[in-house]
């Protein structure tokens, strides 16, 4: 089973790179046509190949291209009057005589859309009546029989994502612009959330530089961050983290011997609250810390405190 699995991998990372090797300057016509185009992007396509053009069109309107797919069998009946005349399509059929697909060509050229085919056969009748073409054209289908569509799917796939990573590209799309289409989303969280509305503003930890080692053992405990903050809200001069108490541990195993200011990190790190939760997490992945105080760095004073890994 492992052998077939890698036949058919095999199979069809060498019919990606025969497409790939195919890559033309219509590509790039293509790109700049969608990129002045001012309508949306009809993806269209039936069975397999619609499928595949479901999801070229979710990467289109997810990157900054407005796109929806739309099935010829409903276009056939009705749904055609989604289509405007500002509107590009791409039509998808690996042969390129889709009947269903065939059908709608009248009724776009009539409503003066511009049409991307993406097939197989430059020959086709989808090829011939299409403004651009794309070409697919495959060695083979990993398939056995050779009727499944398997690399000639997966060729349009990764034919619809060249041209969503073109314009992606071509905009600059950025991930704070990924981040408006996915609110639901992880990315989405991290590029929309500021770090006010996720920090720790209650049972803050402080402590005074005068605190006992068993004050700043109990604290840290009852704080659950993993830290104290000597000073208060008002003025921060440093803190100890569990890290800090181990090292002066080691250092010096007699407690009766360890002064706060002596332990503490006198220049903490700080974040302004309304900071994005990505620009705050990238400042604590490059400086290697989990805890951040949010507030002001010149004022010393904090608001609240946010740590990655509660998160």
């Given at each position: 089973?492992k ?8 199979i069809?990372?060498e019919s990606?790179r025969?497409?790939?090797d195919a890559?033309d ?6 790109v ?20 595949i ?5 979710a990467?289109?309107a ?7 797919f739309l099935h010829?069998?409903?276009a056939?009946?009705g749904?055609l009057?989604m289509?405007g ?41 989808v ?16 398939c ?8 000639s ?8 994502d060249?041209?969503?990573?073109a ?6 799309f950025?991930?704070e612009?990924?981040a ?38 109990l604290r840290m405990s009852?704080?659950?961050l ?5 000073g ?10 569990d ?16 002064i ?34 949010v507030g002001?760095?010149t ?13």
């Amino acid at each position: 089973m492992k052998e077939i699995a890698k036949r058919v991998f095999d199979i069809e990372i060498e019919s990606l790179r025969y497409v790939a090797d195919a890559i033309d300057d219509e590509f790039s016509k293509v790109v700049q046509a969608i990129l002045n185009a001012s309508g949306k992007l009809i993806v269209i396509g039936i069975g397999k190949s619609g499928i595949i053009g479901k999801k070229i069109a979710a990467t289109f309107a997810s990157t900054g291209t407005p796109s929806f797919f739309l099935h010829p069998g409903e276009a056939f009946h009705g749904d055609l009057g989604m289509v405007g005349a500002n509107d590009m399509v791409i039509l998808i059929s690996y042969s390129g005589e889709t009947d269903e697909v065939l059908k709608l060509i009248p009724f776009l050229t009539w409503n003066k859309n511009t049409i991307i085919g993406i097939t197989g056969n430059p020959n086709s009748t989808v090829a011939k009546n299409s403004h651009y073409h794309l070409n697919i054209n495959i060695k083979s289908e990993a398939c056995p029989l050779a009727l499944a569509p398997t690399s000639s799917t997966t060729a349009a796939l990764v034919m619809g994502d060249a041209l969503a990573v073109a314009l992606m590209e071509w905009r600059q799309f950025q991930q704070e612009d990924f981040a408006r289409f996915h609110p639901g989303g992880s990315l989405g969280r991290k590029l929309l959330i500021r770090v006010k509305d996720l920090m720790r503003t209650d049972n803050l930890p402080f402590i005074n530089e005068n605190s006992s080692f068993t004050e700043l053992l109990l604290r840290m405990s009852e704080g659950r961050l993993g830290m104290v903050i000597v000073g208060d809200a008002g003025h921060v001069k440093g803190i100890i983290t569990d890290g800090d108490l181990r090292r002066a541990l080691l250092r010096n195993p007699d407690t009766s011997k360890l002064i706060i200011t002596q332990m503490m990190t006198a220049t903490p790190v700080f974040i302004e609250e309304d900071e994005f939760i990505n620009q705050a997490e990238q400042v604590m992945m490059d400086k290697k810390i989990t805890t951040v105080l949010v507030g002001s760095a010149t004022n010393r004073d904090i608001t609240g405190i946010y740590q990655i890994y509660n998160q």
